[in-house]
T-cell receptor, first 110, second 113 residues
Framework: LAKTTQPISMDSYEGQEVNITCSHN???????ITWYQQFPSQGPRFIIQ???TKVTNEVASLFIPADRKSSTLSLPRVSLSDTAVYYC???????????FGTGTRLLVSP | DGGITQSPKYLFRKEGQNVTLSCEQN?????MYWYRQDPGQGLRLIYY???????QKGDIAEGYSVSREKKESFPLTVTSAQKNPTAFYLC????????????FGSGTRLTVV
């Protein structure tokens, strides 16, 4: 399984755009990149998934460069409710034992 | 609505007792997983099951046991052999084909008293 590296924590203010970058140098050809969001005392929630280039949904955008060795989760105009831990995972089937690192703890302040 | 239901939300265990955490899904997912999360930490895999009547140990299986008698159910038993069971336990599921990401339950917080 490709190992991922992401910042331990990030701080932002309401209304700002937040970009969280994840490094996955050993990503395999058929691996997808998936981001999850976790609030305290809740299970992680799927945010976005991509394979290459750019993916956008109603919550976030995911930017993946051509070499796919990293990816960036972009949260536009964050609010206090975006304060959470964000996990980046890489895998190629639903069966894989996904490894959740410590994630990135995002704190949004007023 | 489809989803994963974990119960109970909070559970207290006395020293030396076994307790069972329930996980039920109505998503028709093939694979189910149990994770443990300690404060400020990521998720660690305890057990997973890809099909009925089959399951494999994860990274921290000691002191835990599971069963998968039905596709929709994957209960976790925390035995007295688990020396530090106080944690937040999360159940997840996913489809067999393709890569669609995990769906998680809301978790069970287990405390030893």
């Amino acid at each position: 399984l490709a190992k991922t590296t992401q910042p331990i924590s990030m701080d932002s203010y309401e209304g700002q755009e937040v970009n969280i970058t994840c490094s996955h140098n050993n990503i395999a050809t058929n691996d997808y990149i998936t981001w999850y969001q976790q609030f305290p005392s809740q299970g992680p929630r799927f945010i976005i998934q991509g394979y290459k280039t750019k993916v956008t949904n109603e919550v976030a955008s995911l930017f993946i460069p051509a070499d796919r060795k990293s990816s960036t989760l972009s949260l536009p105009r964050v609010s206090l409710s975006d304060t959470a831990v964000y996990y980046c995972l890489v895998g190629n089937t639903g069966f894989q034992k996904l490894v959740f690192g410590t994630g990135t703890r995002l704190l949004v302040s007023p | 609505d489809g989803g994963i239901t974990q119960s109970p939300k909070y559970l207290f265990r006395k020293e030396g007792q076994n307790v069972t955490l329930s996980c039920e899904q109505n998503l028709n997912h093939d694979a189910m997983y149990w994770y443990r999360q300690d404060p400020g930490q990521g998720l660690r895999l305890i057990y997973y099951s890809q099909i009925v009547n089959d399951f494999q140990k994860g990274d921290i299986a000691e002191g835990y046991s599971v069963s998968r008698e039905k596709k929709e159910s994957f209960p976790l038993t925390v035995t007295s052999a688990q020396k530090n069971p106080t944690a937040f336990y999360l159940c997840a599921s996913t489809l067999r084909q393709g890569y669609y990401g995990y769906t998680f339950g809301s978790g069970t917080r287990l405390t030893v008293v």
